[in-house]
T-cell receptor
Framework: AQTVTQSQPEMSVQEAETVTLSCTYD???????LFWYKQPPSRQMILVIR??????QNATENRFSVNFQKAAKSFSLKISDSQLGDTAMYFC??????????FGKGTRLHILP | NAGVTQTPKFQVLKTGQSMTLQCAQD?????MSWYRQDPGMGLRLIHY???????DQGEVPNGYNVSRSTTEDFPLRLLSAAPSQTSVYFC???????????FGSGTRLTVV
């Protein structure tokens, strides 16, 4: 079965610090896409960053970047200079071979003032 | 553009009642999905569709039906509501899955 595992249910960091959220996945595919979604208290799901598995270069979006290790099937999210507005649930996700996007169980991130 | 519109935003049902959660998108997206979100469980896929007339089951399809008669609409039907179906439901759509999903704002359903 294709699965996504987020091993950190909850994390807290001080404002302006850097934090890394972990994600591992299991797939036999060689080409796929990976995502990180943010869900703030408003409940809205927001796409933060995406990575194409065939690209070696790690994706970056402003303060958000990923460390994609294909052989290890690892896809961690780094948030630099964290802000109070980054407080949210973060979900890792990827596309399966049969056109489904499956999600991990999430990491609840608290940014402390 | 409205994006993905879900209605209603909140609903309380009695056990055994049926209802339909509506989902509509105006972006001409082929891919649409329904997820439910429960504490500690993340988002679990209920049903999905890769185009009009095509639907398939996800991880937790029991107790739910879907149809996709048009590209724009993808309603989710609860046949006989049970307390275990108390959850937040999200509809999502995508033009190309590689770009990820656009989500609706969710429906909070309580079954008493």
């Amino acid at each position: 079965a294709q699965t996504v595992t987020q091993s950190q249910p909850e994390m807290s960091v001080q404002e302006a610090e850097t934090v890394t959220l972990s994600c591992t996945y299991d797939t036999s595919e060689s080409n796929y896409y990976l995502f990180w979604y943010k869900q703030p208290p408003s409940r809205q799901m927001i796409l933060v960053i995406r990575q194409e598995a065939y690209k070696q270069q790690n994706a970056t979006e402003n303060r958000f970047s990923v460390n994609f290790q294909k052989a290890a099937k690892s896809f961690s999210l780094k948030i630099s200079d964290s802000q109070l507005g980054d407080t949210a649930m973060y979900f890792c996700a990827f596309i399966t071979r049969d056109d489904k996007i499956i999600f991990g169980k999430g990491t609840r991130l608290h940014i402390l003032p | 553009n409205a994006g993905v519109t879900q209605t209603p935003k909140f609903q309380v049902l009695k056990t055994g009642q049926s209802m339909t959660l509506q989902c509509a998108q105006d972006m001409n997206h082929e891919y649409m999905s329904w997820y439910r979100q429960d504490p500690g469980m993340g988002l679990r896929l209920i049903h999905y569709s890769v185009g009009a007339g095509i639907t398939d089951q996800g991880e937790v399809p029991n107790g739910y039906n879907v149809s996709r008669s048009t590209t724009e609409d993808f309603p989710l039907r609860l046949l006989s509501a049970a307390p275990s179906q108390t959850s937040v439901y999200f509809c999502a759509s995508s033009y190309l899955l590689g770009y990820g999903y656009t989500f609706g704002s969710g429906t909070r359903l309580t079954v008493v």
